[in-house]
């Protein structure tokens, strides 16, 4: 019996085929020659690319999966209930793309371990190492029903309901704690941030920003996985969360918009200068337009409408992430920097790697909610492929 | 030498750009002899011509440095007499401490396969010895001096009241929260290419306060998180408790009877 993949399955593996061979290439110029040859990284801009997207990037969209498992089984919405699985394997792989890009990004990747025994409290970014890895730990721990259940371990998943609960309240204090961090890493930068991304309140912009963009993750990955998978997924979900979305977005927007203002913001508002572009882009990507988008009961009601407001909600928050890490340190660092070719291509590949990853857990994994339709087996063959009934 | 914090004065007024600091910078870090324009990872410090003058450019060694806050893993330290320095053998490679740096300092060995931060560090080896910086050593014209910080920032004050040419301000004494390299001039200092931080206080107040809140945050947020889940718990149950007095189930109390709902 053939089994039922992605609809253009040539052009899609030739396009994987060729990310991983440009990424794999870039890997190694990155560790047999060194940031000289990989990079245009410089002294006057030591934090690039792989820093803004794959750990600013990377954590935020993942964010979906602490939402979700807190909107569940704390605050008991047994509604998203069903997505609660789909956000969790979305965490788990957005955290191993964080920690992969890690070993690129950093200049002795092989003493990565070195914050578990040499501390310093008073620097921002040890307390983000630790969360990222005790979240890890964690996000890896709530996906494991889900693994064991295929592996057919009856006994470790009857164990795991026990511990579950302790596991999502200390993945969402970790989670709302290095979510705000990463934006505190630039409170250090007073003076070289510029003074439209520069604030006391990086740290709550940072965690009010990356729960909308997770959850818009959560959307796409839904809309991407029933279209290819030919799946049939209950989409009244999508639209529950878009509404939230909906508010949260807003809720940033006002947050922002009075932190800037009530800092004397309002005159770079309309400066003629590159950042004053970048700045009106990012925000028209991640607030106005999908807020716009989301009044319209057409672009609600349609699963399309939605997987492409997430995408502009998504590409607005990484322009946001980019923009700090890059685009607003341009001015103060006296140089341009353009990442090198090896750099996307390395940033691209272990992105690839987490979406091929997805796949391979869709298709033989439990993870989405899928309607009850017996007479029509979903998958074909896949023997996983089973109706889903929510993991308690 | 006692112990009390040791500091650095270089008045620009009499450097004569001779380049003899650089070149036994080098030499004493065992680094290629040739002066170069810009610090980098084979120059800790040097001697640049703007607006007229020659102008050292090096590490400041702050007295509360944001390079120290910020580095996750200690790798860099304020020494008690004054040098911040560098355990390399700590180091991951973050470059976090190069963001941090407020004069945009330390610099990185990007062409090398295990690459460090390189910086000056005020010869601490030499100063632990009870000597001063080799930079100190090598001036013909006394534009460097190294002694205690308290005492040098006397003298800077005592030759600006002396000569008006000088501009009414001493580099390092405040700025960042006060720094252990000390500048004289008679040129404003914003015209001799320094990267001069945003306001006196030291970098690392701006994250202290939300760091600080961590243990707040965990314990409050544990405290709401708890509450929510109880508050769940609770509703099912009652939601339960009513639905056993619509359709009652002999023998099983509700508790029970949630279980055999979820197992089955």
Redesign the interface.
Known sequence: MKIPTFPKLTVWRVLVALIFAAGLYATVVR??????ASTN????Y??GLWVGLNTLCGVGLSAGGFAIA?AV????LERYRPVVRTAIVIAFLGYLTVVAGMLF?????W??W??IV????????????WCVMLYTTVVALEFCPTLFERLGWPRLQAWHPRIL?GLV?VG??LS??HQ??LG??Y??????LYPLWYS?QL?ALFFLSAIPAGLAVVIMALYLSARSLRAHFDLTIQRELSFVIGLLLALYALFRGIDLISRGGWEYLWMMRAETGWFWLEVGLFVFLPLILLTYPQVRGSPLGLYWTSVIIVMGFMANRLNVAINALQASAGVTYVPKWTEFAISLAVITAAVVAFRLAAIHLRIFPVEEEPAAPLYGAVPSARAFTPA? | MNNRPKAMLIDITRCIGCHNCDLACKRAHNLPEETEPELSDTSLTVVQERHGRSVRKLCMHCLDPACVSACPVAALQKTPSGPVVYQADRCIGCRYCMLACPFQVPRYEWTRLAPYVKKCDLCAEKIARGEAPVCVEVCPVGAVQFGEREELLAEARRRIAENPAYVQRILGEEEAGGTSVLFLSDVPFEKLGFALPPDNRPLRVLTAGPLQEVPTVVTLGSAVLATLYWITRRREEVALAEEEEKHPHPGLPPRARKREVERS
Do not use: C, M
Request: glycine share 8%; charged share 15%.
């Open positions: 560790f047999a020659q060194g940031f000289q990284l410089s002294d006057a030591p934090w807190a089984y704390i605050l008991g990004e950093l200049g002795l990747p003493r990565i070195h914050p040499l501390w310093n409290r008073s620097s921002v970014l040890f307390e983000v190492a609960i309240v969402v204090l709302s704690l705000s961090f505190g890493l409170l250090i930068t007073k003076g070289k006391p740290p308690r």
